[in-house]
């Protein structure tokens, strides 16, 4: 019987459920995808959207690639507008802005990270890579930095919306 992969995860009961659900399409616990779906949600909620084929998201910033681009990932699962379907557009741009249309109502709104969240996405320093170093990390290194991460993920996961995201809505 075929299966999904396994994530990279171990669930901890405050965990949320849509954290677990992130993190099985992701495939880690990580700060950016956890980002992505936080401000997805507030979008998809502040235009009474219910998600998949009513919403269009158009996201701005620079999430060239990983870990920045995992903002997406978390988008597509907290709204369920997905690159496939061509309802989520990204365009590279400096700060990130995540725009929410629900497609009945004509509804908008734009989503952007607070300086917190921002400080928090970027207080992890990876470790230099091993052609860098010359030296091969050991097992105790990936398992601190895996937990640096999911801490950082976690605590954006627990978070109030007013502490990680500002919701404005444009005028027509």
Known sequence: MPELPRPHYEPEDSDPQWLTLSV??????????????????????????????????????????????????????????????????????????????????GKVAHVRPTATLMELLTSFKPRPKAAETGTQPDEDDHNRADRELESIARRIARLSEKEILEVTFPEK
Request: positive net charge; hydrophobic residues 35%; aromatic residues 8%.
């Open 24 to 105: 099985q399409f992701h495939g880690h616990l990580g700060p950016w995808a956890t980002a992505g779906a936080r401000l997805g949600m507030a979008g998809r909620r502040d235009v009474d959207a219910e998600g998949y084929f009513d919403v269009e998201l158009t996201v701005e910033g620079p999430l060239v690639k990983p870990p920045q681009s995992c903002f997406l990932d978390g988008l597509q699962v907290s709204t369920g507008a997905t690159l496939g379907k061509r309802n989520l557009k990204w365009v590279r741009a400096e700060k990130i802005c995540v725009r929410v249309k629900n497609t009945r109502t």
